[in-house]
């Protein structure tokens, strides 16, 4: 059996889960969401208006668009501009915060890829 990353052997050779930091939770359930990751990697290439999202999103409803970008505004992730004018247009983009997600987004979609996640998803909705 493989020894995973992230755990420690304690005394006896009991291997030990190594505690969560509430941060690293608190990140992972903001950005975890359902949709929330792809809103996020898609404004990595620069702002969008509200269409412009809901095309680079596939499957995703406007409703569920409009609540994301509402959590992801209140904290602190991205940003909204409105642009006025008949009519009115909003853009979304990341705050430096968002944009320092970045790498990390990168690495999960590196990741994602090596091992194939979507066919893999795939499949298991199909079965």
Known sequence: MRRRAGRDEA????????????????AIELIGKRW???????LSAGPLYFADLAHAVPGLSDRVLSQRL????GSGVIEREVHPGPPARVSYCLTEMGGELEPALSELT???RRWDVGERTSRQIQD
Do not use: K, N, Y
């Open 11 to 26: 005394e006896g050779g009991a291997i030990q889960p190594v505690p969560v930091c509430p941060d690293f939770r608190a």
């Open 110 to 112: 590196t990741w994602a």
């Open 36 to 42: 929330s990751g792809a809103i996020v990697r898609s």
């Open 70 to 73: 509402r959590e992801l505004e």
